[in-house]
Nanobody, 122 residues
Framework: QVQLVESGGGLVQPGGSLRLSCAASGSIFSIYAMGWYRQAPGKQRELVAIITSGGATNYADSVKGRFIISRDNAKNAVYLQMNSLKPEDTAVYYC????????????????WGQGTQVTVSS
């Protein structure tokens, strides 16, 4: 079993900041990439940011310059520092990890957290 547990969501005013955390645990051999996705009501889930095991990052255009993704490989953890938050950032944020559970597995599989609500409102 693999579990991803997120924390750090909540209610914040426009212009404020939040930091999301996610830790992966369980039967894990190697994590290739970790990232954050979000889904607003009535919209499809979209990529927010992703980071590889080597530290390469990619961001959605809508969050570039405001959000920073980081990772602690030793803790199997990923973080999302969200600054200058806007009402349009309101969504459920999901942690994602692409990983293998043993050395015999060649194709990594994505796993998801349960989601954490971020609401930006005055």
């Amino acid at each position: 079993q693999v579990q991803l547990v997120e924390s750090g969501g909540g209610l914040v005013q426009p212009g404020g900041s939040l930091r999301l955390s996610c830790a992966a645990s369980g039967s894990i051999f190697s994590i290739y990439a970790m990232g954050w996705y979000r889904q607003a009501p009535g919209k499809q889930r979209e990529l927010v940011a992703i980071i590889t095991s080597g530290g390469a990052t990619n961001y959605a255009d809508s969050v570039k310059g405001r959000f920073i993704i980081s990772r602690d490989n030793a803790k199997n953890a990923v973080y999302l520092q969200m600054n200058s938050l806007k009402p349009e950032d309101t969504a459920v944020y999901y942690c994602n990890a692409v990983l293998t559970r043993d050395s015999a597995t060649l194709v990594p599989i994505p796993y998801w957290g349960q989601g954490t609500q971020v609401t930006v409102s005055s």
